[in-house]
């Protein structure tokens, strides 16, 4: 039986190739919707984005709620540097055909949520968790009907990338990402310690290019706009593909691991606002609210990515 989840998102590059991997997955993952946020690029642009992906799946039947355009408490922060004026930069993509659906991204959450049976549905968030932490905060009662949420954010040994002390999607919206870290949920955490091992490479950008389909083109051209930032940055050589490693966990659980730690959001730190404190070694006796990922087989990942994306078989053109 698939997983159902639902897909929160502020498409980024990496947010698209994560959504490619899932709608490719059908065993493992069917995907109930998707939930736009505000993070990357503001919501506008971000759930014009997502639908961009959708059509490219070959899935524009698939329910594209907007949800957050800003951040709980906080002016909304976003990172046109890394992923382009559009979020989408690298591949010009036909604007979408399909509309959003008119239902609210959080009014979405809470009915699929109380809806399907408890512990039936995960959330994966690669985005600001401004979307999850106002469907708890508005609806106490569908917290304990959440199988897991699998998100991307955070980062301790490997430390910030927005800020010295925070990754972005928790700097972005610490406020609703606390709610989220202290709700009870079960969690499953994949930070920057995880995600900067998750590095593309010029053979597998490459491989995806010469699958000759329009889902490999525009994968390779996102990965290779993606890239610079990274590389002028960290002098990597390829593009971390941060959000892929949430929607990994669902479909090959054993290509990961990790340590359960409890995790506290820094909301107040006038240097480490958005600081995911993780309490590796256990020095605090709180209890494990999570688990921390920070190791993958790499080799495996890409290789089940190439595997998968390659199943969207439409051609250029
Ligand atoms: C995260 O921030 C965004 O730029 C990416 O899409 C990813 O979700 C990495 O810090
Ligand atoms: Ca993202």
Redesign the pocket.
Known sequence: MPRKIIFDT?P?Q??AVALLLALASPEEVEVLGVTAVA??VPLDLTAKNARIVCELAGRPDLPVHAGCDAPLARRLVT?EN??GATGLDGIDLRPPAMPLAETHAVDFIIETLRGEPSGSVTLVA??PLTNIATAFDRAPDTVPRVQEIVI??GAYFEVG?VTPAA???IYVDPEAAKLVFDSGAALTVMP?DV?HKALTSRDWVEGMRALGTRVGEAVASWTDFFERYDKAKYGNLGAPL??PCAVAWLIRPELFSGKRVNVEIETAGEFTAGMTVADWWGVTGKAANCLFVNEVDRDGLFAMLTERLARLGQKPG
């Open positions: 502020d980024g990496d947010d993070g990357n990172a890394v992923h690669v985005g991307m954010g990338n990754e972005f999607n920057l995600t941060h959000d």
